[in-house]
């Protein structure tokens, strides 16, 4: 079920995609060599906790009934995504790492307008970014300004009349313009009144692959995050793991915003 937002909820989801977006850049700006993905986790939660918000991953059932269990998903070099805080792991230099992180706010009942599809009653956003832990290979460095371009391009077909296939299809274009592969198995989604809502926005043309091709209205709030690789798009998973891994062991990167359609074109809530 498609979802819009109305006018109340888009001014709530635009204060807390700007804290949102605040706590990422707080805490990608902490990420260097030795650190440990513990001491990132207790730090984005607690200015989580200090702007009245929840981090909406941390406790999240997931599709198969687990439960995931961090804030953040901190995931390094050939993870794709998903790879929780915890366990602790170290940071090498070198590596390169995505950070994922979403927000529901508010959690403390500020507002009138409440999300009756939260026990919270708050509204939700979704981020991320992939950063250098220190000195990178000029190879990665390449894929984070590559894939991060990507992204700003699927965001600027963002408008009204528009569909879900142009923004996957401009990412996919930019992204294999440069001899890099687009994650076939992993989509952004609808997002705002739950973590994950229709619809599914991939990251590549959906031409006769069964994604519905929607057409962009005003009020629809969705996360666009395209997921490129340096090598193959497969992917593989671990029974004892969250992490999604490339299948050849090859760098990935992964960049996420949450957008809204705008009567005009868009509006980047999660950016300061």
Not at 108 to 134: L, P
Request: hydrophobic share 40%; net charge negative.
């Amino acid at each position: 079920m498609i979802r819009t937002k109305t006018k109340e909820e888009i001014e709530i989801l635009r204060e807390g995609g700007k804290i949102l977006a605040q706590i990422l850049d707080l805490v990608a700006k902490e990420v260097k060599p030795g650190i440990k993905t513990d001491e990132l986790e207790k730090y984005a939660c607690d200015l989580a906790e200090k702007a009245g918000a929840w981090p909406s991953f941390k406790q999240y059932k997931m599709h198969d009934g687990l439960i995931y269990p961090t804030a953040l998903c901190i995931s390094p070099n050939d993870e794709i995504v998903h790879a929780p805080a915890l366990p602790a792991r170290i940071l090498n230099e070198g590596d390169i790492v995505g950070i994922d992180v979403g927000l529901e706010f508010p959690v403390d009942k500020r507002y009138k307008t409440i999300n009756k599809y939260s026990k919270h009653g708050g509204y939700f956003t979704d981020t991320a970014r992939t950063v250098a832990v220190g000195k990178i290979s000029e190879e990665a460095k390449k894929l984070l300004i590559v894939t991060e371009a990507s992204l700003y391009q699927g965001i600027d077909q963002v408008k009204p009349g528009n569909t879900i296939n142009d923004i996957g299809t401009a990412i996919q274009k930019y992204a294999e313009s440069h001899n890099y592969s687009v994650v076939r198995s992993l989509v952004g989604h609808g997002v705002g009144h739950f973590v994950h809502e229709d619809p599914q926005v991939p990251n590549f043309s959906i031409k006769n692959t069964g994604f519905r091709n929607l057409v962009l209205k005003p009020g629809l709030v969705i996360a666009i995050e395209p997921m490129v690789n340096i090598g193959d798009y497969e992917i593989k998973g671990n029974d004892d793991d969250f992490a999604i891994k490339t299948a050849d062991g090859s760098l990935s990167a992964h960049f996420e915003h949450t957008v809204l359609v705008t009567e005009d074109g868009f509006e980047i809530l999660t950016q300061i």
